[in-house]
């Protein structure tokens, strides 16, 4: 048996959102989203079993308490299904901001699953890779695949899975891109889980939310499958601002917005008028994400880097799709 291994995942951004759960022990969410899985970003883990007690380190450092009880409760359901109680040393490095809105634990977690199942000896299907790294977050279900991908929300643990949709490859008809606004690389002030918790349990918006997201994943699946980029991305602009209404209504209120995440969509609508393809879309975080097409990229990006208002630390990434979760044995990066 493999008693190490080696995975790298990508991070996805959401086109139609997830924000909320209908079970948090499960992972099960609200409903059913659709992302872009990115090449620009990526978290790189090792899963090495045979140790003491759990440890982790993170880009270097040792994992804090709290990083390093989510890992070691997340291996425990490794642990489960492979009959195994071994300890294990896991070390991850990743090209994301943690928790600013860049999808950090979406990489993170599938890494870890990808590595860990191996690790552990479990032979699972990439349908059943996203169900386990959905356990250990949500948006990790969608970074086990390249490219579009939908994760279907579903009602219990075998229902709730991530698949690709055909469609979202670079060159294709839809050529989806993005360029990455990071006007703030810090840490969020409160945690897309406790803010997504808060808005389920107090937004009065919310019952509508989840209504408009599961017809907005219905209506971009077909704007995928007819090439129309413009459909697709009008519909996640709008689902983007649908979501953060829903938290503007939870109390306390959840805002994630500063002066300069408004400036960008400003930018992104200016664009627009001038007659250059892009839409907005932004997580919990400040920064802002624009989708277009791959042929637009870099004029979207230069256009964006100069910006409106003056911010000194505005840094723009190019993004265009990214690939599947991969794995292989022993220490080495699976490139
Ligand atoms: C705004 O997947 O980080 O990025 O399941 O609690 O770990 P947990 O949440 P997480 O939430 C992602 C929220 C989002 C929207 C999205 O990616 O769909």
New binding site residues.
């Given amino acids: 048996m493999t008693n190490s291994a080696t995975a790298v995942a990508h991070a ?3 086109l ?4 909320g ?1 209908r079970d948090e022990t499960l ?1 099960i ?1 609200a409903t059913s ?1 659709l ?1 872009l899985t990115l090449d620009a970003f990526h978290a790189t883990t090792t899963v090495t079993v045979g140790a003491e007690a759990d440890a982790g380190t993170l880009d270097g450092r040792p994992m804090s308490e709290g990083e390093l009880g989510r890992v070691s409760r997340f291996l425990d359901l490794v642990r489960e299904r492979a009959g195994s109680t071994a300890r294990a040393t896991v070390t991850s490095e990743s090209t994301v901001p943690t928790g600013a ?1 860049l ?1 950090s ?2 990489s993170g ?1 599938a890494a870890l699953a990808g590595a860990a199942a191996a690790a552990y000896g479990l032979d699972l299907d990439p349908r059943d890779l996203s169900r386990l790294a ?1 356990r ?5 279900a ?1 970074s086990v695949f390249g490219g579009l991908v939908v994760w279907h929300g579903g009602t219990d643990d075998a229902t709730s899975y991530a698949e690709p949709v055909p469609g979202g490859e670079a060159g294709g008809p839809l050529d989806p891109a993005m360029a990455v606004v990071v006007l703030d690389a810090g840490q969020k002030s409160v ?3 406790v803010a ?1 918790r808060r808005t389920v349990e107090t937004s009065p918006f919310f019952p509508g939310w989840v209504e408009s997201t599961e017809q907005d994943v219905r209506l971009m699946l077909d704007a995928v499958a007819a090439g129309d980029l413009a459909a697709l991305g009008a519909l996640a602009e709008s689902n983007a601002l649908r ?1 953060h209404a829903t938290m503007l209504g939870a109390r306390p209120p959840v805002r994630y917005w500063t002066a300069h995440t408004v400036a960008v969509l400003d930018e992104v609508q200016a664009l627009r008028a001038e007659g250059l393809p892009c839409w907005a879309t932004i ?2 975080g400040p920064n802002v994400k624009v989708l277009c097409s791959g042929a637009d990229l870099d004029v979207v990006a230069t256009a964006l880097a100069r910006g409106t208002d003056g911010d000194e630390a505005r840094r723009v990434v190019t993004a265009r799709p990214g690939p599947d979760l991969r794995v292989a044995a022993g220490a080495g990066v699976a490139a």
Avoid: E, Q, T
């Fill in positions: 996805n951004i959401a139609a959102k997830y924000w759960k992972a969410p989203s992302s809105g999808a634990s979406a977690f959905r250990g977050s949500g948006s990790a969608r945690s897309s889980r997504m979501m997580d919990a």
